[in-house]
């Protein structure tokens, strides 16, 4: 899906409080869901996560779950 149609999709549910769940499973995707704010992420990181990547972090700030 395109990175534009992603966001307007984003911004019409948290508008409406309508949750979001994603389905990734690569540190691309999942970055690219964070950045969406989902209420989760629908299964588990298969990459490693780098040493220092602020995806953890992210994920928590934004209160997100990962349902694996």
Known sequence: MPDDMLQALAEKAHSQDVPMYVHAINLHEFKRAAAIR???????????????????????????????
């Open 38 to 68: 989902p209420r989760a992420i629908i299964h588990g990181l298969e990459d490693p996560l780098p040493e220092g990547d602020s995806l953890l972090a992210d994920l928590r700030a934004n209160n997100v779950y990962v349902v694996d």
